[in-house]
C-alpha cells in the first residue's frame, strides 16, 4: 500500500459480516484457505513470478518467457518439496497459460483414466517428473466437436506388432492442442482404431514426438505452432500445435487398453468398461472448468467493485465529493448479480467436484450407473458457468468505463485469456445440445416408471409440476427457498415437457431435434440454472460460522436467483410458472437486495483474498490508490519512451510541412 494509505477502508468499516470466516467459505476449508494464502503470497512476493509487462512482449519473448516461469516454478515446487495441492495452487497463481496446463490437466488425467494398472506404472512416474511432457491431441483441423469424425488413422500391423499412425488428409492433421507446438515430447494422440481393415471407432495412443536428446520431431512426424490468438499476452503464452504423422510407429501396448483391448493377433476386445470413458478425460476437465469459472468471474468482479467505489461521477452537492458510481442503481443492477453468480459457481464447482470424485470412486469399482449424470452435469455447467463469466468479465470492463479498456486494468488480457473456454473442452452449444438429449430421453421415460435421479429427480414430480401455481403473495415470499425452488423446477419442467412434445410430433426425431435445437438450448439453461440455484440453497442448509457470513450469502444467493427470474422472466410467464404481479414482487425484492449487499461489496470481493499480483489491475488494487498508479503506469509504455516518437522525420514531418505550405 502506498505510504500505508487505504483508500477503500472506509468501505471495508462498512462490512457486516466477519471477513476472514467468509474467505473460508470462499476456499472450502481452513485447510485450501490456509494453502491458497501461503501459496499466492510466496508467488507474489517473488520478481521471477512477475507479470508487469506481459501484454507488451513480442511473441517470441512472450513464449520465452513462459518457458522460464514454468522451469522456475518446476524448481521452487521441488526446492520447497510442495505437495501435489500445494504445486497445483503454485501454477494456478502464477496466471499464466502454459504447457504445463495441460500436461498436469489432461495428458497425466488421459493416461490415469483410460489406461491399464501397467500402463499407468510405465508412463507416470515419467509424467510427474516431468522427464516426458505431454499434451492432449485429439482436435483435428477439420473436425472438433464431432470426435467420431476424426481422421487420423492408427492401423495394427501384426507382422512387427505396431500400430501405425497416420494423417491421411490436410483436415487430419490435429490442430489446437495446447503445449503440442513447441514443447510436447509426447502426446495421447486421438485416431480412428484399424485391425484387419475394419474400423473400431476412436482411441487414444501415446506417442512419442520429440526426441529426448535434442528435442527434433521424430521422423515421420511434422510439427509447428498454429500462430498469433486473440488478445496481447493472454492465452498466446501457449503454443496451441499443429501436428502430422507420416506412417509414424509405435508399439501395441501404447494403445490407453483400460476401455478396448488390441492382442497380439489384432483382435479387439471390449472390457466390461463403457466405451464413453475414451472420453472420460473430458469429463474431468471439464469439472475443474466449472471451478475455474468461480476464479475469473470472481477476479473481474473483485477489479469492477473496487473501481466502482474508488469512481467518483456527478451528484456532488454544495462542493461535497460526487457520487460513487458505485451507489448508482444501475451499476448494482449490473455488478451485484455477476457477484452473486461468483458466490454461485463457486459452491456448484464445490459440489461438482464432490460428484466427480463419487463417480470415479465408483468407476473404480466398476460401477458405472452415474457415468451419463457425471457427462450431464459437467457438460450443462461447464456451458453455462463459462457463458456467464465471459460475458460477464466484459460486463465488468464497461462498469469500469474508460479505464476498464486499458490492459493496465487486467480486464482485457483476463477477457482474453478466459473467452476461449466457451469453445474449448466442448463447444457450449454443442454440449448443451448434449445434455438436451439427456433431458428428452428422461421425459420420454417418466411414463415407463422408471425414475430419474441425480439433478433430473425432480422430472419424478412431473404430474406435481405441471399443475404447480406459485403462491408468492408479497415481495419478502421470494425469499423463501422453498417457493423459489419450485419456481425454478417448475419452468425446467415445463420448458422440457414442451420440447418434448413437439419432438413427438416429428416422424423422424433427429430431423425434430434439429428444427428444435434452439428451443432445447433454453430448456438446458433453465435445467442447468436450477441445479446452480439448488446448490446454493443446500449450500445454506450447512452450518456456516462466523459473525453475519450465512445472512450476507443468503442475501447472495437471492440475488442470484432474483436476477435469474427477472432475466428470464419471459420463460417464466410463458409457462405459467409465475404471474406478472409476482415477477415485479420478485423485482422489487431483488431491489432491496441490492441495498442490503451494497455496504459489505468491498468485504465481499475481498473474501477472495487475491492479491494485487493476481489480480494484475490498478483499478482493482486492494489501497484503492487507481489514479497515481494510472498516471504513473501510462509513462512505462515503450510509446513515452522518447518525446518525439520514432516515424516523426519520415511521416509526421512532412505532413505538417505540407499543410505549411498549403496556407501560405
Ligand atoms: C459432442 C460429443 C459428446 C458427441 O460425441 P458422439 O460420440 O457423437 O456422441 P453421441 O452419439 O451424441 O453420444 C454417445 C453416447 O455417449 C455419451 N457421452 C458423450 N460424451 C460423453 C462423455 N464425455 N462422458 C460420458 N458419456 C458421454 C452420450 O450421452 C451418449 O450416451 P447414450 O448412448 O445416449 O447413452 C463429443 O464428441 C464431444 O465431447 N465433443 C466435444 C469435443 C471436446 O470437448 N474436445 C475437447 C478437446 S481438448 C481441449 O479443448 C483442451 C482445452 C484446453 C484447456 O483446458 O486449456
Ligand atoms: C484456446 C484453445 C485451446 C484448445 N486446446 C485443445 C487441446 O489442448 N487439445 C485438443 O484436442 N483440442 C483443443 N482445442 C480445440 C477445442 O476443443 C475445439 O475447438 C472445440 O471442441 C470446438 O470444436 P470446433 O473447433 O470443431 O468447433 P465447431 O464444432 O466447428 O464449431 C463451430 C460452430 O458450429 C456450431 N456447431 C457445431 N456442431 C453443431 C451441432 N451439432 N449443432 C449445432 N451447432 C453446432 C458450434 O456451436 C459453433 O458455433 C482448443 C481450442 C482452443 C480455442
Given amino acids: 500500500m502506498e505510504g500505508g494509505v487505504d483508500y477503500l477502508a472506509d468501505e471495508r468499516k462498512k462490512a457486516e459480516f466477519d471477513v476472514q470466516q467468509m474467505k473460508i467459505v470462499w476456499a472450502g476449508s481452513h485447510h485450501t484457505f490456509e494453502i491458497s494464502d501461503r501459496i499466492s503470497?510466496?508467488?507474489?512476493?517473488?520478481?521471477?513470478?512477475?507479470?508487469?509487462?506481459?501484454?507488451?512482449?513480442?511473441?517470441?519473448?512472450?513464449?520465452?518467457?513462459?518457458?522460464?516461469?514454468?522451469?522456475?516454478?518446476?524448481?521452487?515446487?521441488?526446492?520447497?518439496?510442495?505437495?501435489?495441492?500445494?504445486?497445483?495452487?503454485?501454477?494456478?497463481?502464477?496466471?499464466?497459460?502454459?504447457?504445463?496446463?495441460?500436461h498436469w490437466g489432461m495428458f497425466i488425467p488421459a493416461i490415469k483414466g483410460q489406461g491399464t494398472d501397467e500402463q499407468q506404472k510405465k508412463w507416470l512416474p515419467l509424467a510427474y517428473k516431468m522427464q516426458i511432457i505431454g499434451c492432449y491431441a485429439q482436435t483435428e483441423l477439420g473436425h472438433g466437436s464431432n470426435v467420431q469424425g476424426l481422421e487420423t488413422t492408427a492401423t495394427f500391423d501384426p507382422q512387427t506388432d505396431e500400430f501405425v499412425i497416420h494423417s491421411p488428409t490436410l483436415t487430419s492433421s490435429k490442430w489446437w492442442p495446447g503445449g503440442l507446438g513447441?514443447?510436447?515430447?509426447?502426446?495421447?494422440?486421438?485416431?480412428?482404431?484399424?485391425?484387419?481393415?475394419?474400423?473400431?471407432?476412436?482411441?487414444g495412443f501415446i506417442v512419442q514426438l520429440r526426441r529426448l536428446?535434442?528435442?527434433?520431431?521424430?521422423?515421420?512426424?511434422?510439427?509447428?505452432?498454429?500462430?498469433?490468438?486473440?488478445?496481447?499476452?493472454?492465452?498466446?503464452?501457449?503454443?496451441?500445435?499443429?501436428?502430422?504423422?507420416?506412417?509414424?510407429?509405435?508399439?501395441?501396448?501404447?494403445?490407453?487398453?483400460?476401455?478396448?483391448?488390441?492382442?497380439?493377433?489384432g483382435k479387439v476386445v471390449q472390457s466390461d468398461v463403457p466405451r464413453q470413458l475414451v472420453y472420460g478425460t473430458m469429463v474431468y476437465v471439464r469439472q475443474t472448468i466449472v471451478q475455474d469459472a468461480s476464479c475469473a468471474l470472481s477476479r473481474a468482479v473483485c477489479i469492477a467493485t473496487r473501481y466502482s467505489a474508488v469512481r467518483r461521477q456527478f451528484g456532488s452537492h454544495n462542493g461535497g465529493p460526487e457520487t460513487q458510481v458505485i451507489d448508482y442503481k444501475t451499476q448494482q443492477s449490473r455488478l451485484f448479480p455477476l457477484l452473486a453468480s461468483a458466490y454461485a459457481f463457486r459452491f456448484v464447482g464445490e459440489w461438482l467436484k464432490w460428484l466427480y470424485t463419487d463417480v470415479t470412486q465408483r468407476l473404480q469399482a466398476n460401477d458405472f450407473s452415474t457415468l451419463p449424470e457425471a457427462h450431464a452435469c459437467t457438460a450443462g455447467l461447464k456451458s453455462l458457468t463459462t457463458s456467464v463469466t465471459a460475458d460477464g468479465i466484459e460486463e465488468c470492463r464497461k462498469l469500469c468505463g474508460g479505464h476498464g479498456y486499458l490492459c493496465t486494468s487486467g480486464l482485457p488480457e483476463l477477457f482474453a485469456v478466459y473467452v476461449p473456454a466457451c469453445t474449448y473442452e466442448g463447444d457450449n452449444i454443442v454440449l448443451m445440445l448434449q445434455v438436451a438429449r439427456i433431458l428428452m430421453k428422461t421425459v420420454s421415460q417418466l411414463g415407463s416408471g422408471k425414475l430419474p435421479v441425480g439433478t433430473m429427480a425432480y422430472m419424478g414430480r412431473i404430474e406435481h409440476l405441471l399443475q404447480y401455481r406459485c403462491n408468492v403473495q408479497k415481495a419478502e415470499d421470494w425469499l423463501n427457498p422453498a417457493i423459489v425452488l419450485e419456481a425454478f423446477e417448475a419452468r425446467a419442467a415445463r420448458m422440457s415437457v414442451s420440447c418434448a412434445k413437439k419432438l413427438s410430433k416429428f416422424a423422424n426425431p433427429e430431423e425434430g431435434f434439429a428444427e428444435l435445437s434452439a428451443d432445447l438450448v433454453e430448456a438446458v439453461v433453465a435445467h442447468c440454472q436450477l441445479i446452480v440455484v439448488s446448490k446454493f440453497i443446500e449450500k445454506l442448509q450447512q452450518d456456516i460460522p462466523g459473525k453475519g457470513v450465512k445472512q450476507q450469502l443468503k442475501v447472495l444467493c437471492g440475488v442470484y436467483y432474483l436476477f435469474l427470474l427477472h432475466k428470464h422472466q419471459g420463460d417464466f410467464l410463458a409457462t405459467s410458472c409465475v404471474t406478472p404481479k409476482q415477477a415485479s414482487l420478485a423485482n422489487d425484492q431483488l431491489r432491496v437486495l441490492y441495498s442490503q449487499v451494497r455496504p459489505n461489496a468491498i468485504a465481499l470481493v475481498d473474501a477472495f483474498n487475491y492479491t494485487d499480483h493476481f489480480l494484475g489491475s490498478i483499478l482493482g488494487r486492494y489501497d484503492g490508490n487507481v489514479y497515481p498508479k494510472l498516471y504513473e503506469a501510462a509513462w512505462k509504455d515503450p510509446l513515452n519512451d522518447s518525446v518525439v516518437p520514432d516515424g516523426y522525420h519520415q511521416y509526421i514531418r512532412p505532413l505538417l510541412k505540407q499543410q505549411r505550405s498549403a496556407k501560405l
Fill in 41 to 102: 503470497k510466496l508467488v507474489a512476493n517473488d520478481p521471477a513470478f512477475s507479470k508487469d509487462e506481459r501484454t507488451m512482449l513480442p511473441r517470441k519473448e512472450l513464449f520465452k518467457n513462459t518457458l522460464r516461469k514454468a522451469s522456475y516454478a518446476w524448481k521452487r515446487i521441488n526446492d520447497l518439496h510442495l505437495s501435489e495441492e500445494e504445486a497445483s495452487q503454485l501454477r494456478f497463481y502464477v496466471d499464466e497459460p502454459a504447457f504445463t496446463d495441460l
Fill in 213 to 265: 536428446e535434442d528435442h527434433r520431431p521424430l521422423p515421420g512426424i511434422i510439427i509447428g505452432d498454429i500462430g498469433m490468438k486473440f488478445g496481447n499476452g493472454a492465452y498466446n503464452t501457449m503454443d496451441n500445435g499443429v501436428l502430422r504423422f507420416d506412417h509414424v510407429r509405435i508399439p501395441r501396448d501404447q494403445m490407453l487398453m483400460r476401455v478396448s483391448q488390441v492382442t497380439r493377433d
Fill in 182 to 203: 513447441k514443447v510436447s515430447t509426447h502426446g495421447v494422440v486421438y485416431a480412428r482404431l484399424i485391425t484387419d481393415g475394419q474400423e473400431h471407432g476412436i482411441h
